[in-house]
T-cell receptor, first 118, second 113 residues
Framework: NAGVTQTPKFQVLKTGQSMTLQCAQD?????MSWYRQDPGMGLRLIHY???????DQGEVPNGYNVSRSTTEDFPLRLLSAAPSQTSVYFC?????????????????FGNGTRLTVT | QKEVEQDPGPLSVPEGAIVSLNCTYS??????FMWYRQYSRKGPELLMY????GNKEDGRFTAQVDKSSKYISLFIRDSQPSDSATYLC?????????????FGKGTKLSVIP
């Protein structure tokens, strides 16, 4: 099983460029999310989705857009990259339940995209 | 004050040692407690979970929750070099719409052969 697949693994952008980070999962998970991980800051939620056509903002949404047209895919768009967006980005997915994310519906993470903005 | 506090370490121990990793939290609404393990250049993976005060054991790993003190711990017995990783605690509230996990910053552990 592939699980959660993120592409690309590495990316270097110049300030002002745009790009899309891809995330796909093959577990039929309703819930998908994007985190960024920075030294000393831990994992911070950017955007999340509880199903196709439904997205919402997390803790640090500014500078990022998302859409969810299918259950499998949840791309993250950087419209105008800034050096502050240099980070490691993780996509994660989970089953959707009435109790939310809990012990019996853990997050499954991809292996990350390492983004540098110069 | 951050909702979840975790000492980032790094923590270095000899092989075979008992390791204690800890997190404190301030939100009394947290009901689910998890520990994720993250190897270098990989995504985090769920290691253990619990939703009640007390201890939960799984092989060499024991998760402990003290809700009265708002304190959780992960103990690793007979630590191995393969346990070298960053350990993140994570918590969530209970109820519909509670899809957001709050993570600690992670503790980097090195087990020296």
């Amino acid at each position: 099983n592939a699980g959660v697949t993120q592409t690309p693994k590495f990316q270097v952008l110049k300030t002002g460029q745009s790009m899309t980070l891809q995330c796909a999962q093959d577990m039929n998970h309703e819930y998908m999310s994007w985190y960024r991980q920075d030294p000393g800051m831990g994992l911070r939620l950017i955007h999340y989705s509880v199903g196709a056509g439904i997205t919402d903002q997390g803790e640090v949404p500014n500078g990022y857009n998302v859409s969810r047209s299918t259950t499998e895919d949840f791309p993250l768009r950087l419209l105008s990259a800034a050096p502050s967006q240099t980070s490691v980005y993780f996509c994660a997915s989970s089953y959707y339940g009435a109790k939310g994310i809990s012990y019996n519906s853990p997050l499954h993470f991809g292996n990350g995209t390492r983004l540098t903005v110069t | 004050q951050k909702e979840v506090e975790q000492d980032p370490g790094p923590l270095s121990v000899p092989e075979g040692a008992i390791v204690s990793l800890n997190c404190t939290y301030s939100n009394s609404a947290f009901q689910y407690f998890m520990w994720y393990r993250q190897y270098s250049r990989k995504g985090p993976e769920l290691l253990m979970y619990t939703y009640s005060s007390g201890n939960k054991e799984d092989g060499r790993f024991t998760a402990q929750v003290d809700k009265s003190s708002k304190y959780i711990s992960l103990f690793i017995r007979d630590s191995q070099p393969s346990d070298s990783a960053t350990y993140l605690c994570a918590m969530s509230v209970r109820g519909a719409g509670s899809y957001q996990l709050t993570f600690g910053k992670g503790t980097k552990l090195s087990v020296i052969p």
